[in-house]
């Protein structure tokens, strides 16, 4: 399946996210700050981003735009508590903005939806 990066301060919740998409067959990475996140990023190149918002240091709206000069292509979810970000147009380049809870059903859809959507565009033009 697809390599999955997920970026949350909350260890718990990355527990989760992995039990829930390795059970799915996605492979996981985890990074527990922004900073981590983007090093994790140039080191396995993930098929997909899910990143919190608010995290101790950088935010995931900063990493998404150090990510996205990286590769502009990778889907990114913004998956945060907090639905106020929805507004901010700075999370407006992000394909995704999912609400946390603890029912994963949501990010799992979108993950598939986003996987989809990415198969079918095909490799990069050189």
């Not at 909350?10 to 990475?29: D, F, M, T, W």
């Not at 950088?58 to 889907?75: C, F, S």
């Amino acid at each position: 399946m697809a390599r999955i990066l997920i970026v949350d301060d909350e260890a718990n919740l990355r527990l989760l996210y992995r039990k829930e998409l390795e059970e799915e067959g996605h492979e996981v990475i985890e990074a527990a700050t922004a900073e981590e996140g983007i090093r994790a990023f140039e080191r396995s190149a993930p098929d997909l981003v899910v990143l919190d918002i608010r995290m101790p240091g950088m935010n995931g709206l900063e990493a998404m735009a150090r990510i996205l000069d990286r590769d502009r292509r990778i889907p990114i979810i913004l998956h945060t508590a907090y639905d106020s970000y929805r507004d901010d147009f700075t999370s407006w380049a992000a394909d995704a903005y999912v609400t946390k809870g603890p029912d994963t059903t949501e990010l799992k859809r979108t993950i598939r939806r986003l996987l989809e959507e990415r198969e079918h565009l095909g490799p990069p033009e050189i």
